[in-house]
């Protein structure tokens, strides 16, 4: 049998950064792909089905922006290679190419490439709308003439024309059009003849809608040249909102200042905001918790399923509230178009650093998590730049972090909701300052790390301005929420259930209580302790012991510290677990709190969980790289071990080191 | 000689060269830095790098370094 008839249709939307790809992707396949208002949103390129409403029997892929099909760096050129032949989904049969219409002139230069590469091309024309505040419209008919293929108009989020689109779409992968290959124009004087046709066609296409049609034509021309001509106005001047506020985003003074003032808001928002939330959610959560208790009555399995996995689950979703509001304020940041300026803001102190002002949107999402936001370094054109940027990833405080901040916070400073807020961000902004000092390092000795040959170079196109679409931004919180319970959950339940079993096993009762009063609580705490005390989690513990004193912790918090490089959430499941939560509290976390304060090591009975040892404890999570997930996909973008294995060593290295500083040198100022 | 780095903030001028031995000539020039096309400076960024430039309807951020391969003249100039 013959694969090629096998295989099924490919329809590929291309497209420049930022021109409603992904947006129409998701329109037609009914996909819920994250669209932000940033150039270089999607890194990767993807596979759908159509919606069953549209019959049509094709694959849809949706493609990373690019400005041309010259590649300027080695992973351009992948990118567009794929384009033409992807190595999974084949040979596009249609390419819909996105042209924003309000961006006409520039956006039209990869169309033509398109079109003169050989493909069956559709070119779709978004954003009418803001053409249409130019009081500019395309005429479409025209330019289907012009450029030889099939235009359409289309508004992606309304769905307005997407039904005509498809009708092209299918007569498109049917008709058996013999295509004219021209010569690939791939030197930069073709792309500047191509810029000559644009600029000829665009006058021919171009309607201004001011224009009165009872008017002398010669007069309405000669209007016409005038504005084309005039300085500043029509449709050479960029949306005039946008300039406005701009004047104050982008002031030179000013821009920094409120740079600023956004991030530290983005960070104590967490968790004053979410700080109600959670009280909510606790209270919730625990009365589950004692009901499934109660429901399952007392034996093993209840006390498994209860405190184990419940428990365990229960403490880390206490802080989901405070990760849901860094995904809303993120999204806000995103859909208005305010990244871009970002960027463009910090790219000069970045670039003393060896970074890149594209480097910005990817330390940002790396707030949320490390591995898309490695992932999304790819927008870094230089090599060194990009690896650099993926080295410090890891030291922005990611949203699995945040349970145990939460936590010890919460322990440190109880009930000091402003507090705890300040000094979250303080925790967030000495990450970022010490990545920056990270990479200052480097790149001063870039020689013998990262050696490559260099063209450092900051281009990118601003967007306008939009008033975020709350929907939009509700969607993509929730859509992120739900993916990080479904990461973190699974992890949580699998390790709750080891470390319930290595705790309770092999159970020995070594406590004699026979002549001690049978309901006194000090008596069943002392059999649990006792019980965990023989356990095989502390067997293995112990093995840690010496590493774990130095730092005045103990085998329970070095287990605990084990299982977070399967994620660092697990470090809070798993203190709920050894610490028993118990039911006396209405409140989970204050329960596991006040267990904490109680918790003491063994043979010389000092307090384990000190201001010391708390403050330690975020130290040492803030330095050290623990997590599978973010070593691995390291590995695979930087595309060997070095780099990942140099992060373990450095970071974590470093991290035991401070947090041992922090513990002894807080001690020895007399805080305990 | 003068290029888009060269200029204040609001000023307009016209393209009139691109220097192509310069290693960012051919992202500059698809971004739609043409000869003959006007631009003007909007903003500048703090240390006055990078700047914004209004071209062709659009708003793009370009750093001075991969400003400097865009010639310019000012249009009474000429
Ligand atoms: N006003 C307006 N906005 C639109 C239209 N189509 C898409 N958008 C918005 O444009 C922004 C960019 O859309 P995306 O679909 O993410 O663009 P993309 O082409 O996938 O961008 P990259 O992945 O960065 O290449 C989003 O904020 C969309 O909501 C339109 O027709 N009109
Ligand atoms: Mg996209």
């Not at chain 1, 709308?129 to 500019?136: G, H, R």
């Not at chain 1, 395309?138 to 498809?166: A, T």
């Not at chain 1, 085998?555 to 118990?582: D, H, N, Q």
């Not at chain 1, 006396?584 to 904490?596: A, G």
């Amino acid at each position: 049998m013959n694969i090629e008839t096998e295989r099924k249709k490919l329809v590929t939307l291309v497209g420049p950064p930022n021109s409603g790809k992904t947006t129409l992707f998701n329109a037609l396949s009914g996909k819920k792909h994250k669209t932000v208002n940033y150039p270089g949103a999607t890194i990767e390129y993807s596979i759908s089905s159509f919606l069953d409403q549209f019959s049509l029997d094709a694959r849809l892929m949706d493609s990373p922006g690019i400005i041309s099909l010259i590649p300027v760096s080695p992973d351009e050129k992948v990118t567009i290679d794929n384009l033409y032949n992807h190595p999974d989904f084949g040979k596009p049969d249609v390419v819909v190419v996105t042209v924003d219409s309000s961006q006409f002139s520039r956006h039209l230069l990869l169309a033509r490439q398109i079109i003169d590469s050989g493909f069956k091309t559709i070119v779709v024309l978004t954003m009418n709308d803001l053409l249409k505040e130019k009081n500019f419209e395309i005429d479409g008919r025209h330019l289907s003439v012009m450029l030889g293929c099939d235009v359409i108009k289309c508004d992606p989020r309304s769905g307005d024309g997407i039904d005509s689109l498809i009708g092209l779409i299918k007569t498109n992968l049917e008709i058996n059009k013999e295509q004219i290959h021209r010569k690939n124009r791939h030197s930069e004087d073709d792309i500047l003849c191509i810029y000559r046709e644009i600029e000829e066609l665009e006058k021919k296409v171009l309607r201004d809608l001011n224009e009165n049609h009872h008017e002398d034509p010669h007069i309405a021309k000669a209007n016409k040249e005038l504005v084309i001509a005039g300085r500043g106005s029509g449709i050479k001047m960029p949306d005039s909102l946008t300039l406005k506020i701009d004047s104050v985003l982008l002031h030179k003074f000013w821009g920094i200042f409120i740079f600023m003032v956004i991030m530290s808001l983005m960070f104590t928002s967490i968790f004053w905001v979410a700080s109600p939330v959670m009280d909510l959610v606790d209270t919730a959560i625990h009365s589950f918790e004692s009901f499934v208790n109660n429901g399952l009555g007392d034996n093993w399995y209840s006390d498994l399923i209860a405190k184990g996995i419940i428990g365990g689950l229960g403490v880390v979703l206490v802080f989901l509230p405070q990760i849901v509001i860094l995904f809303f304020v993120l999204g806000l940041l995103e859909d208005s178009g305010y990244l871009a300026r970002g960027a463009m803001i910090i790219d000069k102190p970045l670039s003393m650093l060896g970074l890149n002002g594209r480097s910005f949107v990817p330390m940002l999402s790396g707030f949320a998590c490390a591995i898309p936001a490695i992932m999304a370094a790819r927008t870094i054109q230089n090599k060194r730049e990009r690896y650099l940027t993926i080295f410090i990833i890891p030291l922005m405080s990611c949203s699995a972090r945040l349970p145990v901040y939460g936590l010890l916070l919460a322990f440190l400073f109880p009930g000091k909701y402003f507090l705890s807020g300040i000094i979250l961000s303080l925790i967030y902004i000495t990450g970022v300052l010490i990545s920056l000092i990270v990479a200052g390092i480097i790149n001063r000795y870039k020689k013998t790390l990262l050696n490559f040959e260099d063209n450092s170079s900051f281009i990118m196109e601003l967007p306008v301005y939009r008033v975020p679409k709350i929907s939009n931004v509700f969607k993509n919180t929730y859509s992120n929420a739900v993916q990080y319970i479904q990461k973190a959950g699974p992890t949580i339940i699998i390790f709750s259930l080891i470390l319930w079993l290595l705790t309770n096993f092999p159970g020995k009762p070594t406590v004699d209580t026979s002549n001690l009063p049978k309901d006194d609580p000090s008596v069943s705490r002392l059999i649990e302790s006792e019980r965990i005390n023989n356990s095989y989690a502390a067997e293995i513990g112990k093995i840690m012991e010496p590493v774990m004193r130095p730092l005045g912790l103990d085998w329970r918090v070095g287990v605990s510290l084990i299982a977070t490089f399967a994620a660092r959430e697990v470090f809070v499941s798993s203190l709920a677990l050894i610490f028993k939560v118990t039911e006396s509290d209405d409140n989970m976390s204050q329960s596991l709190i006040n267990e904490m304060k109680n918790a003491k090591i063994k043979d010389t009975g000092q307090n384990l969980f000190t201001t010391a040892t708390a403050a330690g404890l975020i130290v040492f999570f803030m330095l050290a790289l623990q997590c599978i997930s973010t070593i691995a996909i390291t590995k695979k973008e930087t595309g060997g071990w070095r780099i990942p294995v140099l992060q373990i060593i450095i970071y974590t290295g470093a991290a035991y080191i401070m947090t041992f500083i922090t513990v002894n040198g807080l001690r020895f100022l007399g805080i305990n | 000689m003068m290029t888009v780095a060269d200029l204040h903030s609001g000023q307009t001028a016209i393209i009139k060269n691109i220097d192509f031995s310069h290693p960012s000539s051919c992202r500059v020039v698809e971004y739609g830095f043409t000869p003959g096309q006007e631009l003007q400076v909007i903003n500048k960024s703090i240390f006055n790098d990078p700047l914004s430039v209004s071209l062709r309807g659009a708003l793009i951020a370009i750093r001075k370094q991969d400003a400097r391969c865009i010639e310019v003249f000012l249009p009474n100039e000429h």
